[in-house]
């Protein structure tokens, strides 16, 4: 009669083969417990690997630009402070010229004032000139100064060389200053003394006061946006409007160095009355209106410092949902590895059991 | 006479149960040993006046089981060199948290560069780009060394498998005479077919088999593809090996009896370590290979420097091929690029030219603060460029994407072939269950017939003894 026929090795390679492979599982279990991950995170995730590879990439690329964001806001809060200190200074000297001040009380507000300016522009952060354009390393206003006036010496070089020029006598020739018509003098303070500050292309500013470059530092602020996050003392000529038809509304520091090195320079003390009433106006109208484009400055980089803080916030709840994809891709419930565990524990003990008893069960314990 | 003729009979069933005994312990002998089948002694009545004897002796065998076990066999060994090759690719990836992936570094170069133009005056900045751009290529160099490894220890797999399907072939040779002899000279050749049983096995473990048995328990053995591996004498199995193979270098093929059964051949073989072997050697690492290499020449591409003034042609920047075979932007796999990929000199002995170029110069003032050259590098990383389709990638895409698209190709082959190797593996456990299951020995079943031809021999002793004094006391009659 034909019955079922089992080998002895059959019988014995069944649970040898499936304690084997219980022990490997219950590896990977206890593994995927204590660190709360996929034991082989390649096997588990398959092709969503690029996936999860990616989204962390693109989290350490927020990160860097949220860290990178904060030194340019620190470099936008300088050039802010030091806007407002100079805006402030504009407008209490627009309201000395025109509280009829005595000479020598006006030149020693506008010498303080010049060099007030000149320290202002020549801030830094860390070792970096804020107003200076990509010139970073260097000074945007250049010296020596020169003390009595508060302007750089080159400059005063030139203003008194343009004195000259127009009234045929030095500035030191303090008999004939007292000759100088108003007209004269107005002429004088709208062609080549204004020359030497907004002309065309900044020829002269550039020889006699500033090192800056027009082009001002752009800044990567997130994934997809670059905003300019400084201004220079130098402005950017491409800007400049028909010089024979409009007045420049960008020359605002060049302006307020104008109405500053105008008292401070000039010899106010020895003009007469009608001549000294007109260069106080002249001096209070270009005060006044560099004062205001200076003021303007700080709006362009006040919209700067809106966008990173927007750009910030952006980002850091793109980096929350991706953390949340990645913790969803590459972790295991770790309660639920724990049970895994003890199962397979249980298994493994059962198969144990087994085996011992299985390999009692022979005839051979019964002939003797 | 009767007596006498009781007398050789009783002597015949004392023989057969000696001979039965021999082949019980023969049984009990095998009963571990795999592919040892439990031989069956048949015993027939003899002639009149001859007893029994034993007419043969026969094994449990179940053909259709073994050559599905066969099948199992190759088909799981092949699967299972793959699976184990793809781990060791898997290793130039690892955890996602260790932010190792070429996808990560590459990121941390673009990010060093992000932090560099914030503060373009720092010089610091501007080395710790330079050091993520070396960790960079160190990784990408690193990687083409691991899978020309992984490529070369599978030629080595090769060439040990020709050598011990040689020996195997000419140990079944020796095998197959012993039992064509003894079926032709009508002896036990049970302990031989077993032999041989198990050396085709071993063999399916190497090479995908068919076995043909043919007249007198010949068998001839074939490939799964056809090729003649045994047909009277055993057939040569050559493999040349080539060291070192470099990539986009084809690996020599496997010949048995002179016919390529590697290397896209026409016979080429599907099942056994060889086909595993091959696979990986010709196909999975030399893909991925290119995939790197791929990765190496749109980084070249990422980082090249453009003329401003729009005239000359680009020119590679912080990275560039150093064996001078690749200049940017042209599209196509360079075979070793990730080997050759490095940073440019210039740069690494002075970080600002990154800022202000090499080839070109953007910022010949050299002012600090200058920081466009580098803000166009970001967008060139992170803009779109195409890709060679042959390297079985994206087509095209950004840099990064394409890297992690890379990884995402080699998980899911592993995925793919562990999931493949779990179903092969356990046809193949089933298989060999059920087959020693029929053919093996049950050591019970073996000491219950001992039990059994203990009584038989006592029986036929007691005969002997019976008749014997019968004798006796007809002799003292006389």
Do not use: C
């Not at chain 2, 795999?34 to 007893?51: E, L």
């Not at chain 2, 190797?421 to 079943?445: H, M, P, Q, S």
């Amino acid at each position: 009669m034909k019955t079922t026929f089992v080998s002895s090795s059959g019988l014995y390679e069944a649970l040898r083969s499936s304690v084997l492979k219980i022990q490997t599982k219950l590896v990977d279990a206890q593994k995927e417990t204590v660190t709360g991950r996929h034991a082989d995170m390649g096997l588990a995730l398959g092709y969503q690997m690029g996936t999860t590879v990616t989204l962390r990439q693109q989290t350490a690329r927020l990160t860097a630009i949220t860290d990178a964001n904060a030194a340019v806001s620190t470099r936008l809060s300088g050039s802010q402070a030091a806007l407002t200190s100079m805006t402030e200074d504009g407008n209490n000297y627009v309201k000395s010229l025109i509280s009829s001040p005595s000479p020598s009380v006006i030149k020693a507000i506008a010498r303080n004032g010049a060099a007030a300016l000149t320290n202002s522009l020549n801030s830094t952060t860390g070792s970096q000139y804020l107003f200076a354009g990509v010139n970073t390393d260097v000074a945007p206003i250049k010296g020596p100064f020169d003390a009595s006036t508060g302007v750089p010496s080159a400059a005063k070089t030139s203003i008194e060389a343009a004195f000259q020029t127009h009234f045929g006598f030095p500035v030191t020739d303090t008999a004939q200053a007292a000759n100088i018509t108003a007209d004269d003098m107005n002429s004088f303070l709208t062609n080549e003394y204004r020359n030497l500050f907004i002309d065309h292309n900044n020829v002269n500013w550039s020889a006699d006061w500033s090192d800056a470059t027009a082009e001002t530092v752009q800044s990567r602020i997130s994934t997809n946006e670059t905003v300019q996050t400084s201004v220079s003392a130098m402005s950017d000529p491409n800007a400049d409007p028909d010089p024979s038809v409009a007045e420049p509304t960008h020359k605002g520091f060049q302006r307020m160095a104008e109405a500053y090195a105008m008292i401070s320079t000039l010899p106010v003390e020895y003009l007469n009355s009608n001549t000294f009433a007109k260069v106080l106006q002249v001096a209070s109208e270009v005060a006044g209106k560099a004062t205001a484009q200076v003021s303007n400055l700080q709006s362009t980089l006040g919209n700067s410092q809106e966008r990173i803080t927007n750009a910030n916030s952006r980002m850091a709840i793109q980096q929350d949902i991706m953390n949340k994809s990645i913790t969803n891709m590459e972790t295991v419930n770790q309660f639920e590895a724990a049970t895994r565990a003890n199962e397979l524990m249980n298994q493994l003990n059962t198969a144990y059991a087994l085996t011992a008893k299985i390999q009692n069960l022979s005839i051979l314990n019964y002939i003797s | 006479m009767s007596l006498t003729t009781a007398l050789n009979i009783a002597r015949s069933g004392l023989a057969v149960s000696s001979s039965r005994a021999e082949i019980v312990s023969r049984n009990v002998a095998n009963a571990s040993t795999p592919f040892a089948s439990h031989k069956i002694a048949n015993v027939v009545t003899g002639p009149t006046g001859s007893g029994v004897r034993i007419a043969s002796i026969t094994r449990a065998s179940d053909l259709p089981l073994y050559d599905k076990l066969i099948e199992a066999t190759s088909s799981a060994a092949a699967q299972k060199v793959v699976v184990d090759g793809l781990a060791e690719l898997d290793a130039t990836v690892g955890d996602p948290e260790n932010d190792q992936t070429l996808t990560a570094l590459a990121g941390k170069l673009a990010d060093a560069i992000q932090t560099y133009s914030s503060s373009p005056e720092n010089d610091s900045a501007g080395r710790t780009a330079i050091a993520a751009a070396s960790q960079l290529v160190a990784a990408l160099n690193s990687t083409q060394t691991n899978i020309q490894g992984i490529r070369d220890n599978a030629d080595q797999g090769l060439s040990g498998a020709a050598d011990e399907l040689n020996s195997l072939l000419s140990q079944f040779s020796e095998v197959n005479k012993r039992v064509m002899n003894a079926t032709t000279a009508k002896q036990d050749a049970t302990d031989a077919l077993d032999q041989r049983d198990k050396l085709v096995s071993d063999i399916s473990n190497l090479v995908g088999v068919k076995p043909v048995i043919r007249a007198n328990n010949d068998m001839a053995l074939y490939t799964d593809s056809g090729v003649t591996m045994f047909d009277t004498t055993a057939r040569s199995v050559s493999f040349s090996r080539t060291p070192g193979l470099a990539p986009g270098q084809q690996g020599s093929a496997f010949y048995i009896d002179g016919v390529p059964v590697t290397n896209q051949g026409t016979m080429q073989i599907s099942g056994g370590a060889i086909a595993g072997y091959a696979k990986i050697r010709d196909e999975l690492a030399p893909t991925y290979q290119s995939q790197i290499d791929e990765i190496a020449r749109g980084l070249i591409v990422s980082y090249e420097e453009k003329d401003p003034a729009g005239v000359g042609a680009p020119a590679a920047g912080l990275l560039y091929d150093s064996s001078g075979t690749y200049t940017p932007p042209t599209v196509g796999v360079v075979p070793g690029l990730a080997g050759s990929i490095a940073i440019n000199t210039t740069m690494e002995a002075t970080p600002s030219r990154l800022r202000d170029g090499v080839a070109y110069n953007y910022n010949p003032s050299g002012y600090e603060g200058y920081s466009g050259h580098l803000n166009d590098l970001i967008d060139q990383v992170y803009a779109t460029q195409p890709f060679d389709p042959a390297a079985g990638g994206a087509s095209s895409g950004a840099i990064l994407s394409y890297a992690s698209g890379s990884v995402s190709w080699l998980e899911q082959q592993r995925t793919a072939a562990s999931n493949d190797y779990d179903y092969k593996n356990t046809l193949y456990e089933r298989a060999f269950d059920a087959f020693t299951k029929e053919t093996g020995v049950n050591i019970d079943d073996e000491m219950t017939t001992m039990l059994e031809l203990e009584r038989a021999y006592q029986a036929s002793a007691k005969v002997i003894s019976t008749v014997d004094a019968m004798f006796g006391a007809l002799l003292q009659a006389v």
